[in-house]
């Protein structure tokens, strides 16, 4: 939890172009490299012809890709000193592109790919002044990936909580991305209900993005498919929607078991031990 507030503490005020002018370490710069590898992948393999609303089984064939070549991605993100570390990684980069047997994804395999970022920043692949390029390009970069594959494969939800919980795939870019809007004035949090707001404002805000894609990817009116993102949007501040977010993430993503049931442990994210 304290790696993620400091995370977000580099995200406060800063627009997505602003980090997307800096020249990135050559640790985030493998890592984008990984996720573009990904993007091809999704280019190489078209959704089946099929009748289904959910589900396109042609995912089956991109994730066993992911899958079977994880491990060597990350190994070559690894200097040598810490190739031993690609066995983990790469389990939590397949781990982070959803379920292939349900053909779905949701907030615990969003959980997989942030937990894939803290473990390189705790053995030293990730320096702290890396921490606002793994929000806001690499976390960014990696929720376009997965917007992508969910357009073109329809995964389904991953014990969606239907229209009471905040959104049905992602929770972290509402999280980040109020804290990119907490030092402007130009846009409140009341601004997700104006459509055209949201469309201007897309490019620079992760929060902004994540509002746009519900609105692409659901009809209706805003209040009715996403009500907890409507009230949200009478809270006075950024600050106070960004602190909340986080408190929100603690109680429905890592509080929940159905999320945490199929998450995995290793030696550097370890599972606790409990005092005798």
Not at 86 to 114: C, K, M, P, Q
Not at 205 to 218: C, D, P, R
Not at 224 to 243: A, F, M, R, Y
């Amino acid at each position: 939890m304290s790696w993620l507030r400091d995370v977000n503490a580099q995200c406060i005020g800063v627009k997505l172009s602003a980090v997307a002018n800096l020249e990135p370490s050559p640790a985030v710069s493998a890592m984008l490299g990984v996720l573009a590898q990904l993007e091809q992948w999704l280019a190489d393999i078209p959704p089946q012809q099929q009748p289904m609303r959910y589900g396109n089984k042609a995912y089956r064939t991109w994730h066993a890709k992911v899958k079977e070549n994880a491990v060597s991605l990350m190994r070559d993100v690894l200097p040598e000193e810490l190739k031993d570390a690609a066995i983990e990684l790469g389990t939590y980069l397949w781990e982070s592109v959803g379920n292939a047997t349900r053909i779905d994804y949701g907030t615990g395999h969003e959980l997989s790919f942030v937990v894939l970022l803290f473990c390189g920043a705790r053995i030293g692949l990730f320096a702290p002044t890396d921490a606002k390029a793994l929000a806001l390009s690499v976390f960014n970069r990696y929720i376009v990936l997965m917007r992508a594959v969910q357009r073109q494969y329809l995964l389904e939800p991953a014990g969606s909580h239907g229209v009471w919980s905040l959104d049905d795939y992602q929770f972290l870019p509402f999280y980040f991305g109020a804290a990119q809007l907490r030092e402007q004035t130009q846009l409140t949090p009341a601004a997700i209900r104006d459509k055209h707001t949201v469309n201007e404002a897309r490019d620079e805000y992760m929060y902004m993005a994540a509002v746009h894609f519900i609105n692409q990817m659901k009809t209706g009116p805003f209040g009715e498919h996403s009500p907890i993102l409507n009230d949200i949007s009478g809270v006075k501040t950024w600050q106070k929607v960004n602190e909340g977010m986080l408190k929100m993430w603690r109680v429905e993503c890592i509080g929940k078991f159905p999320v945490m049931q199929h998450f995995r442990f290793g030696s550097i994210f370890a599972w606790p031990v409990a005092a005798e």
